[in-house]
């Protein structure tokens, strides 16, 4: 499969996928938004851990505005961006977006919509779409406030504030701040450590986060097929063995110490029972 605005790396357990118009600061185009349609089908069909990212230090610096001036009610009707970042919401592997730079407009709400953010140090998070007549429609009026409360939402919304790294770190909007050239390492540790857990239990404990309202039902079904999965029979096992290896060292270590202790009691009164023996005449003398 061929991409025109993305760069798109398929691996055994993730695909990363970089945003990439330089010439338009990775600007969301309707050609941009048909290819992560592809890309979403590609994981819907065979399920993987998703990390997005954009090139040239740059995450995305809006949706296009000549696009956007084009569009009319229709086109909002049909949700052309938001449909596709709540797809991205869904999917059913965890998804992490790596921002470093602009992350703006239909930007920040494309990052909004991955479960999980980790920011480099030049990163900006905002939405300034009521400067140019619309508003923030592709999900952060209702996905924000969820992220980071209604407060700071309202502030960014309305307000126009931009966050940066550190502000966004602080709202807990970002997993972490790294260094610009750790942000690529740092994204795919925490994917390494997504990856060792099982992925059954990863695509149900999301499933059930991201269910609406209280349910302790949906709890207890994804939790039944969990209990019934070999998967989870050998995890447990292992680490029970591994504990039960742990005590076993530790309960020989003290009993040799404890055993070694004994015997330097056993030695000390011995001698002290030499030396007492030993000195008759010192014994005379007490008398």
Same mark, same amino acid.
């Given at each position: #499969?061929?991409?025109?605005?993305?760069? %798109?790396?398929?691996?055994?357990?993730?695909?990363? %996928?970089?945003?990439?118009?330089?010439?338009?600061?990775?600007?969301?185009?309707?050609? #941009?938004?048909?290819?992560?349609?592809?890309? &979403?089908?590609? @994981?819907?069909?065979?399920?993987?851990?998703?990390?997005?990212?954009?090139?040239?230090? %740059?995450?995305?610096?809006?949706?296009?505005?000549?696009?956007?001036?084009?569009?009319?009610?229709?086109?909002?009707? $049909?949700?052309?961006?938001?449909?596709?970042?709540?797809?991205? !919401? !869904? +999917?059913? #592997?965890?998804?992490?977006?790596?921002?470093?730079?602009?992350?703006?407009?239909?930007?920040?709400? @494309?990052?909004?919509? &991955?479960?999980?953010?980790? *920011?480099?140090?030049? /990163?900006?998070?905002?939405?300034?779409?009521?400067?140019?007549? =619309?508003?923030?429609? *592709?999900? *952060? &009026?209702?996905? +924000?406030?969820? +992220?980071?409360?209604?407060? %700071?939402?309202?502030?960014?919304?309305?307000?126009?504030?931009?966050?940066?790294?550190?502000?966004?770190?602080? *709202?807990?909007?970002? =997993?972490?701040?790294?260094? /610009?050239?750790?942000?690529?390492?740092?994204?795919? /540790?925490?994917?390494?450590?997504?990856?060792?857990?099982?992925?059954?239990?990863?695509?149900?404990?999301?499933?059930?986060?991201?269910?609406?309202?209280?349910?302790?039902?949906?709890?207890?079904?994804?939790?039944?097929?969990?209990?019934?999965?070999?998967?989870?029979?050998?995890?447990?096992? !292992?680490?029970?063995?591994?504990?039960?290896?742990?005590?076993?060292?530790?309960?020989?270590? $003290?009993? /040799?110490?404890?055993?070694?202790?004994?015997?330097?009691?056993?030695?000390?009164?011995?001698?002290?029972?030499?030396?007492?023996?030993?000195n008759p005449e010192q014994e005379r003398s007490r008398a």
């Amino acid at each position: #499969m061929s991409y025109d605005t993305l760069l %798109v790396e398929e691996r055994a357990d993730r695909v990363v %996928v970089t945003l990439h118009r330089p010439e338009a600061r990775n600007a969301i185009s309707g050609r #941009m938004i048909s290819e992560l349609h592809q890309v &979403c089908e590609l @994981l819907e069909r065979d399920p993987k851990l998703l990390l997005l990212t954009g090139h040239g230090g %740059v995450f995305a610096g809006g949706a296009d505005i000549a696009e956007l001036l084009e569009r009319g009610r229709d086109q909002a009707l $049909q949700g052309i961006n938001s449909r596709l970042f709540e797809r991205v !919401r !869904r +999917l059913p #592997m965890p998804t992490l977006a790596a921002v470093e730079g602009w992350a703006l407009g239909g930007g920040a709400e @494309l990052a909004y919509a &991955c479960d999980l953010r980790i *920011a480099g140090p030049g /990163a900006v998070f905002g939405n300034p779409e009521p400067g140019l007549g =619309i508003l923030a429609a *592709a999900g *952060a &009026c209702w996905r +924000l406030p969820e +992220l980071v409360g209604e407060s %700071v939402a309202k502030q960014i919304l309305l307000a126009g504030r931009n966050l940066d790294a550190p502000a966004a770190l602080a *709202a807990g909007l970002v =997993i972490d701040v790294v260094p /610009a050239e750790e942000l690529p390492a740092a994204a795919h /540790a925490l994917l390494d450590r997504m990856a060792r857990s099982s992925a059954t239990a990863l695509r149900l404990t999301k499933l059930v986060v991201d269910s609406p309202g209280a349910h302790p039902v949906a709890d207890d079904l994804a939790q039944a097929v969990l209990f019934e999965g070999q998967d989870k029979r050998d995890r447990m096992t !292992r680490f029970l063995e591994k504990n039960r290896s742990k005590n076993t060292s530790r309960n020989t270590s $003290q009993s /040799a110490s404890e055993d070694g202790s004994e015997n330097g009691s056993e030695n000390k009164n011995a001698s002290k029972s030499k030396d007492t023996s030993e000195n008759p005449e010192q014994e005379r003398s007490r008398a």
